[in-house]
């Protein structure tokens, strides 16, 4: 009978396929600072969320009030960054619930939505990545 062939090397974990390149390690984190687009403030330090793709309705950004008001204008976007833990946050505010969920906005400057977070999973929150920067 003919030798079993040796096993080959694992693979390193590679990110999803739509992982946009330069922000996503080989684990999925993020590499850089995800920062407000309007004020600059530090939302999050690299390494502190993973990449996930979900499809979610995230109201036309506005200031904090008006987003909590808004109805169903909004954009629908897929690529986040998820925080398991609201502590990982560097600044991070969060408007009235609107049903179950609340939208996450700048702390500094109000602007947003720039994520989403469901009141039914206290684990999840999700940062929309076309509504940060990044450094």
Not at 50 to 64: D, G, H, T, V, W
Not at 92 to 119: M, Q, S, Y
């Amino acid at each position: 009978e003919p030798a079993a062939p040796p096993p080959s090397p694992p693979h390193p974990p590679h990110p999803p396929p739509s992982a946009p390149a330069g922000l996503v390690c080989a684990q999925g984190r993020n590499l850089r600072a995800v920062l407000c687009q309007r004020c600059g403030s530090r939302v999050l330090l690299p390494g502190a969320a993973s990449f996930a793709r979900r499809e979610l309705l995230l109201p036309a950004m506005r200031k904090k009030a008006a987003a909590a008001a808004a109805g169903g204008a909004g954009d629908v976007l897929w690529e986040h960054w998820l925080v398991r833990d609201m502590f990982s946050f560097e600044n991070v505010g969060f408007t009235r619930d609107v049903g179950n969920v609340k939208f996450l906005v700048c702390a500094d400057c109000e602007a947003g939505p720039i994520g989403w977070h469901c009141l039914d999973d206290k684990d999840s929150f999700y940062v929309a990545l076309e509504r940060v920067a990044h450094e």
